[in-house]
């Protein structure tokens, strides 16, 4: 009778090995379910799709007596709704200025107004000084006029684009928070575009105000004659691959200025 006993027990024994082989392979065979997913609001791009393309300014933005114009357009992969830039603002003779949203639904709260006595000073500069130009990007399309006889720097364009995005800035009615001053950033921008390099805020060394005793920041250019007046501006430094780089600016970047050679950076860290 034991031995049944027992000679039964190892059969149950056997099948629920089995069986449990049998659910293992049938769970492995099982793919797990796809995760559910939250739906995004995708707009489409308001811009041809491609690149290059032949980027042009808003019609409804006035062309006569225009002197500086900027049609941006910059957004995140996806064009996931909330991370995307399209404006069209432009400058005119007369100092006013007109900014226009691109987005679907929204507007400028200020979108009309005057320039201030610092940038009118340099919008008449940059148009006895410069070449007119129409200057194509990825992100859009830079129009100025002028009537001089040198062509814009790279600097120069960055200057130009530096007071249309305080404008784009005033028009939002936005305010400006702690951090580093929107300026450090169109200088980084020039020494990017000179080391051919990304840098980001791990570049930035230091920036403090300084009243320079005149108006070429300390830094004049060939054939340059400065203005014995004190010009409040910034002297920013970057350190990139051990070499200390030093700009000079004034206090919106309308004058950005490389001061002279690179250096061997110390090895002191950031300043507080």
């Known amino acids: 009778m034991l031995k049944k006993l027992s000679l039964f027990s190892l059969v149950l024994v056997l099948f ?11 769970a492995t065979a099982t793919p797990p379910p796809l995760p559910t997913l939250t739906p995004v609001t ?8 491609g690149y290059p393309y032949v980027p042009t300014l808003n019609e409804a933005l006035p062309v006569d007596n225009l002197v500086l114009a900027m049609h941006f357009y910059a957004d995140t992969v996806g064009h996931v709704q909330g991370d995307e830039y399209c404006y069209d603002i432009g400058i005119y003779g007369d100092e006013t200025y007109i900014a226009l949203s691109c987005l679907p639904g929204f507007e400028y709260p200020a979108p009309n107004g005057k320039l201030n006595e610092n940038q009118s000073k340099y919008l008449h500069q940059w148009v ?31 200057s ?3 007071m249309i995005g305080d404008i784009d800035w ?17 200088a980084r921008e020039v020494l990017s575009h000179q080391l051919n390099k ?15 005793p005149e108006s070429c920041l300390g830094a004049p250019r060939p054939n340059e004659t400065c203005e014995q007046v004190v010009t409040q501006g910034f002297r920013i430094q970057f350190v990139v691959d051990g070499l200390l780089y030093e700009f000079h600016t004034d206090v919106f970047g309308y004058d950005i200025r490389a001061f002279g050679e690179p250096q061997i950076a110390p090895t002191k860290g950031p300043a507080g």
């Not at 995708?42 to 799709?49: G, K, M, Q, R």
């Open 42 to 49: 995708i707009l489409p791009s308001p811009e041809p799709a």
């Open 128 to 158: 006895d000084t410069f070449q007119s130009i129409s200057e194509p990007s990825i992100h859009g399309l830079l129009v100025f006029n002028g009537r001089g006889e040198t062509v814009p720097g790279y600097s120069d364009m960055v």
């Open 160 to 162: 130009m684009k530096a």
């Open 16 to 26: 629920a090995a089995c069986q449990s082989v049998e659910d293992v392979v049938i």
């Open 170 to 186: 005033t028009a939002h009615v936005y305010v400006h928070r702690g951090g580093y001053p929107p300026v450090v950033f169109h």
């Open 198 to 212: 990304w840098l980001d805020n791990s570049s930035i060394l230091n920036f403090e105000s300084t009243a320079f």
